[in-house]
């Protein structure tokens, strides 16, 4: 007599194909992904905002409406200035052919003087080689670069406002809907569990949620300061476009390592090439673009961030790596924080790992008892498990 499979592994076993199909889905409809994650970000981080309300007294749908004004007033400051920054984005497009000859007249001085200093002529040849390659290339791009950016940028206008509009209303309604999105989900999850994975994911949203606000925050405030530092340097050097490097030192300080390096770049060209006195300004630029870099590094972020995620610098490193080996760039922005979760995950389900290890009384010595380093860090494990499972 043959034996049926047991409802349960049906059960689960549907459960999987269910996940896969919904894997493939979203990976059909992966285009339209982007605006509803950045509007459950932002929902994400204005939850505990909502929570308070909600414990002053306001009901859910008055704390949104209340949040939400607020967002507004916010957006349209922020249209007038990124208004602002598109005109003068599009006059940079515009002037990319006259910027070109000048790189190119700069080149062409230094081939001048490589041709005249002491190098072998080996070195001399793949140099100039290397020169004429750019030079060509450039010259085939340019010219049809600018049109094709100003092209972008008038058609992109009206992608952006729709994703704007789009964006307002899935914030409000994932507002609006997360407590209830928060109870079905955790209605799925088997009633002896429920408790635990409350738990942990009060945990994790905590630490995401203060890494979410603290990142806008910080970034926000390095390209405000920014921005000031480069209408200062367009009154004195008439430097250009200071509200596009602004912009760009905004939305680029989130990338460790990447972002400051493209911010130091694109401010220290820009000012060689826009204003009346290059070597200046291209100095003051970066000098400001540095100085304000430490200022939100050691200045703000440790106030906002606080203790950060609680990861060991080392552990970040290796989190900063993973992400960019397997997403690039922006695999960076989401490395961090998704090894801070597993590290909270890791401590919920062994709480020894964040005890403290016993350290041995200072008074001991060599002659009350044999040096032994692998008897000693067992000695000061079992401690450590010790308290955790005490609770302390």
């Keep these: 007599m043959t034996k049926t499979l047991d409802s349960v592994i049906l059960r689960y076993a549907g459960f999987g194909l269910l996940f896969l199909a919904l894997l493939v889905l979203l990976y059909l409809v ?3 992904l982007p605006v509803f994650l950045v509007g459950g970000l932002i929902a994400y981080a204005l939850e505990p905002v909502l929570q308070k309300l909600e414990k002053r007294g306001r009901s859910r749908k008055s704390a949104v409406g209340f949040v939400f004004a607020i967002s507004v007033l916010i957006g349209l400051i922020f249209l ?5 920054a598109f005109q003068q984005g599009l006059a940079l497009a515009a002037n990319i052919p006259t910027y070109n000859r000048q790189a190119v007249q700069i080149v062409e001085n230094n081939r001048k003087r490589l041709d005249n200093s002491k190098l072998p002529k080996a070195i001399k040849a793949s140099i100039n080689d290397a020169i004429d390659n750019g030079l060509t290339s450039a010259g085939k791009q340019v010219p049809e670069l600018a049109p094709r950016i100003a092209a972008a940028g008038a058609a992109g206008v009206g992608t952006f406002l ?3 509009f789009l964006l307002n209303l899935i914030t409000v309604g994932l507002m609006l809907e997360a407590q209830s999105i928060r109870g079905r989900i955790l209605m799925l999850i088997p009633a002896p569990y429920r408790r635990d994975m409350t738990e942990l994911s009060q945990s994790i949203n905590e630490l995401l949620g203060r890494y979410v606000r603290g990142q806008l925050i910080v970034c926000g405030t390095y390209g405000a300061l920014c921005t000031v530092a480069f209408e200062i340097l367009s009154r004195v050097y008439n430097l250009q476009y200071p509200l596009v490097l602004g912009a760009l030192a905004a939305t680029l300080y989130i990338l460790p390592y ?3 390096f493209i911010i130091f770049t694109s401010a220290g060209l820009t000012a060689y090439f826009t204003s ?3 070597i200046p300004c291209t100095v003051a630029a970066l000098a400001s673009c540095l100085i304000l870099n430490l200022i939100v590094d050691y200045g703000v972020a440790p106030r906002v961030l606080g203790k950060g995620v609680g990861l060991h610098p080392l552990m970040v490193i ?6 960019l080996q397997l997403a690039g760039p922006l695999g960076t922005v989401v490395a961090v924080p998704i090894f801070a979760s597993l590290r909270v995950i890791a401590i919920y389900l062994f709480p020894q790992l964040a005890a403290p290890l016993v350290l041995e009384s200072p008074q001991a010595t060599s002659l009350d008892k044999p040096h032994d380093a692998v008897s000693e860090m067992t000695q000061r494990v079992a401690g450590a498990e010790a308290k955790a499972e005490a609770g302390v």
Excluded: E, H
């Design 80 to 84: 007038s200035t990124l208004a602002a």
């Design 276 to 278: 009346n006195q290059p």
């Design 30 to 32: 992966r285009g339209a």
């Design 258 to 260: 990447f972002g400051p």
């Design 162 to 164: 729709l994703n704007l």
């Design 318 to 323: 290796f989190a900063l790596l993973c992400g």
